[in-house]
């Protein structure tokens, strides 16, 4: 099935470091979104970013999409206990209504 | 304005039970879509949605019944459970299908199957 894959699975970094987790495709995605998920709840999104666009941000949060490689970051700066979840990367593709999902990355923020 | 509500929230079946998970949205979405979630397996569409009486098939539809017969709802149906259908399920909408409208989540309804 199709798949995006996201590493790493699993990060733990200390508070106040800077958190990186990236997603890549097999297939074109013409926008691409983050969603985080807390652990026993549902997903909440973050951000969009779309194909023509290499790079957003949003509060702490940086994006960079690579169309070229179908693959694309989460940069999560100056990191809380709060930021605490699993964090998801979901490409709408091209030909249809789907979205591809990653498998998702759990960051653990210690304090 | 409650977003998407699933229920229940939790659940034990047993093998050859039915059982129907309700999601119900508030927000007008034409798109709503139902996922599970299996460790290490991100998100699988089961079913989906585009509008009021029109429903496909996702990635893993087997097992499983959707009808759309209102814009606000979306059941899901457990034909005849299996342990292999232990899992998360979420249900989701969206403005439409096709942009990259943001995705509402329910807050998820765990499934046992015994």
Redesign the interface.
């Known amino acids: ?4 894959e996201e590493d790493p ?1 699993a990060l733990s970094i200390q508070e106040g470091e800077n958190a990186t987790m990236n997603c890549s495709y097999k297939t074109s995605i013409n ?1 691409l ?1 983050w ?1 985080r998920q807390n652990s ?6 973050l951000i ?1 970013i ?1 194909s023509n666009e290499r790079e957003k941000h949003s509060g702490r949060l940086r994006v960079t999409l690579d169309t070229s490689k179908k693959s694309s970051s989460l940069l999560i700066t100056a990191s809380r206990a709060a930021d605490t979840a699993s964090y ?1 990367c ?1 490409g ?1 593709q091209d030909s249809n ?3 591809i ?4 990355t759990k960051l653990i923020i210690k304090p | 304005n409650a977003g ?1 509500t699933q229920t229940p929230k939790f659940q034990v079946l047993k093998t050859g039970q039915s059982m129907t998970l309700q999601c119900a949205q508030d927000m007008n979405h034409e ?1 709503m879509s139902w996922y599970r979630q299996d460790p ?6 089961i079913h ?1 949605s ?1 509008g009021a009486g029109i429903t496909d098939q ?2 893993v539809p087997n097992g499983y019944n959707v009808s759309r017969s209102t814009t606000e709802d979306f059941p899901l149906r457990l034909l005849s459970a299996a342990p292999s259908q232990t899992s998360v399920y ?1 249900c ?1 909408s969206s403005y439409e ?4 409208n ?7 309804s765990w499934l046992t199957v015994v």
């Not at chain 1, 099935?1 to 995006?4: E, L």
């Not at chain 2, 290490?40 to 569409?45: H, K, S, T």
């Not at chain 2, 299908?97 to 990259?100: F, P, R």
């Open positions: 099935s199709q798949q995006g699975q926008n979104q969603y026993g709840r549902g997903l909440v999104h969009l779309r998801f979901a709408r209504y789907q979205l999902w990653g498998a998702g | 998407v798109y290490g397996m991100g998100l699988r569409l989906y585009v996702g990635e979420f989701a299908a096709l942009s990259g943001t995705i509402y989540f329910g807050e998820g």
